[in-house]
């Protein structure tokens, strides 16, 4: 069987892939020969000698005497098989067969599947396709998919009825002293038939029932409840740990401060082992206001614990120190908070002491950040669904796109005058946390959930007004100083007389408002301690006319902000002071202006719940559809 799985490996990689095969005899464990392998009972699986389908009744499997095949019962519906043993970083090489219309899966560590399916000559392969990294799903209130997995590169799914082979190179999730995940599993090499068709994809959730819990080690389970498999030649062998390289003390060069988070100005020195002093730059036009902390290790954290003192020279306080915690992480993905540590200089000089790290590279941003390559990556996913529109409506100063997308279903029966329409928008740069809870609510509208509300409301969405601001540390700013929320011109936008940005968004408000579908709603994204804090800052005529009083929209946010992520809703009646995204539209057009705040506690996926109820609570606040004309 050695000599079996060292062919199989060459004839899989050698078209695919450059690396070299495993040499026969490298500990391969042969898990087919019988059922003893795996924890018991076994249910209907049995033991043949090969597997084909069924000429007469194309939807079932035919066992054949013999031995070295795993078939899971006559009709083929049993209980999976889960191995008794459990391993961390694995390679697994097996050969499958299904029958038509047939459905399983191999899961790593029981959690991250690699789909089995019918799906030859389908044309465009999606996560739940053969090869696909299974899509995630909540159990509650019945199961359903809140994303679409991880689509294979090609479709490589031979016809039902043959045999077919699988390759997987798989790297476990790692995890802190205190059990915290610090590192997402990961599907190093996916090769099926000969195709490579994953490369190194990040698993950050389990798939399937995506709460269920991950460890450093799993068994590999083998899925027999969708439908007919047999599997052959089924070998597993322990990867050796990608060595960390020998901890070594970090120096200044290890340091990147100009990555796509970065601080512009940031001085570092070196004053002890692991021991660094770090001087901030300011804003443009602003020398009170620092830049933020944000940088990259790129090299030799493994190991090590940084202490870092970071000092403001201009010796003002605006928006650094204590107001917001910052993360860090070592794949980008999963961030953990950190704070200033106690003692220091009150608003001039605090220290950050860091946990030992368990990777090389360690990324640390402002609250829980989002760089422009995040945000890119985000608006790429998005516009794969057939309701998003993605407008380019400019240029940053920088050179970056100013993106508006647009959601809606184009084949609604209801005319566009009729949609409910809402406009949300960050204006602040580096409140990064109202950024992550935009996403959730782009989520959540793009969700199976919300088909109808699809067909009734027009939802636009500004991911970021400025984004050149996350590689060069700028809060609240962009490239000219101006403080992005305060250049809203209720008298109507002026090139000559806002920020850059704030302009071309403000231009295209004001397009929007002359079309045939208006905003009703204007939403500004913002962040600041503690939870989500909306406030309604201007109320227009649809309150509590064509639509209930405002504390009916406080209602249904309390009813499905089950985690109590967010206050109460409130709204003021205070004179708004002029030149505020939070209240412009309002002054200028008469339409409901809501400033939400709040949020910099909550991590990435509190922010994204967060989004997701807020939304929840608006389509069902703007129900039916908008009066006729
Ligand atoms: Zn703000």
Excluded at 263 to 285: K, M, W, Y
Aim: proline content about 7%; hydrophobic content about 35%; glycine content about 10%.
């Amino acid at each position: 069987m050695n000599l079996f799985a060292a062919i199989v490996v060459s004839a899989m990689l050698g078209s695919a892939l450059p690396a070299a095969p495993a040499a026969a005899g490298d500990g391969w464990i042969v898990l087919s020969n019988d059922l003893t392998a795996f924890e018991q009972p076994t249910g209907r699986w049995y033991i043949a000698g090969g597997a084909r389908m069924n000429p007469k009744f194309e939807r079932r499997l035919l066992g054949e005497p013999g031995q070295g095949t795993l078939v899971n019962g006559k009709v083929g519906v049993t209980g999976n098989l889960v191995t008794r043993q459990q391993w961390g970083d694995a390679e697994v090489l097996l050969e499958f067969i299904i029958p038509r219309g047939s459905n399983s899966g191999v899961k790593l560590h029981g959690v991250y599947e690699v789909q089995i399916f019918d799906s030859w000559k389908v044309a465009r392969p999606t996560g739940a396709d053969c090869g696909g990294i299974y899509p995630r799903a909540e159990m509650k209130p019945t199961y359903h998919h809140i994303d679409e997995g991880i689509a294979p590169r090609v479709n490589a799914a031979k016809a039902p009825g043959q045999w077919q082979t699988l390759y997987i190179r798989f790297r476990a999730p790692r995890f802190d002293k205190e059990g915290r995940k610090i590192v997402n599993a990961q599907f190093e090499k996916v090769v099926l038939n000969g195709q490579l068709i994953h490369d190194h994809v990040d698993v950050a959730h389990p798939t399937g029932d995506w709460h269920a819990p991950e460890h450093a080690k799993g068994p590999l389970l083998f899925q027999a409840d969708h439908g007919p498999v047999a599997f052959r030649h089924i070998c597993v062998r322990p990867l050796p740990a990608v060595p960390p390289s020998k901890k070594q003390q970090l120096q200044e060069a290890d340091f990147n401060f100009r990555g796509p988070l970065g601080s512009d100005g940031a001085r570092l020195v070196r004053i002890g082992e692991n021991h660094f002093q770090l001087t901030l730059g300011h804003a443009p036009t602003h020398p009170a206001w620092a830049n933020m902390v944000q940088f990259e290790i790129l090299r030799h954290a493994y190991g090590n614990r940084l202490r870092l003192d970071v000092r403001f020279e201009n010796g003002r306080r605006e928006y650094l120190f204590d107001d917001y915690p910052l993360s860090w992480s070592c794949d980008g993905r999963n961030w953990w908070h950190i704070r200033w540590s106690p003692g220091g200089v009150k608003g001039k000089a605090r220290t950050l002491e860091f946990p030992q790290f368990a990777a090389d590279r360690v990324i640390v941003g402002h609250q829980v950040p989002m760089s422009y390559d995040d945000a890119e990556r985000l608006i790429a996913g998005w516009r794969q669904h057939p309701h998003v529109r993605v407008h380019v409506l400019g240029k940053s100063l920088g050179g970056r796109n100013l993106y508006r997308l647009t959601i809606t279903d184009p084949s609604s029966p209801n005319p566009p005058a009729r949609r409910w329409v809402h406009h949300f928008a960050n204006q602040h740069p580096l409140e990064c946390c109202s950024q992550w809870r935009i996403a959730g609510m782009i989520d959540w509208l793009l969700s199976d959930e919300a088909v109808q509300h699809r067909q009734r409301t027009i939802c636009h969405f500004t991911l970021m007004m400025s984004p050149d601001a996350a590689s060069h540390g700028w809060y609240r700013t962009n490239g000219q100083g101006f403080d992005m929320n305060r250049t809203y011109r209720a008298e109507g936008a002026d090139k000559t007389k806002q920020a850059h940005e704030a302009y071309v968004f403000q231009s295209d408000l004001e397009a929007l408002m002359r079309s045939e579908a208006p905003l009703t709603t204007s939403w500004e994204m913002h962040t600041w301690q503690g939870l989500m804090d909306p406030i309604i800052r201007g109320q227009g005529p649809e309150m509590g006319k064509e639509v209930g009083p405002w504390e009916d929209l406080k209602k249904l946010l309390a009813k499905y902000d089950t985690q109590k992520l967010s206050k109460p809703l409130t709204a003021v009646a205070e004179p708004h002071p002029e030149g505020h995204w939070d209240c412009g539209p309002f002054r200028q057009f008469g339409i409901t202006n809501v400033l939400v705040e709040g949020g910099s506690d909550a991590d990435m996926q509190q922010n994204l719940d967060a989004g997701e109820a807020l939304m929840r609570a608006i389509v069902e606040y703007y129900r039916g559809l908008r009066p006729g004309q």
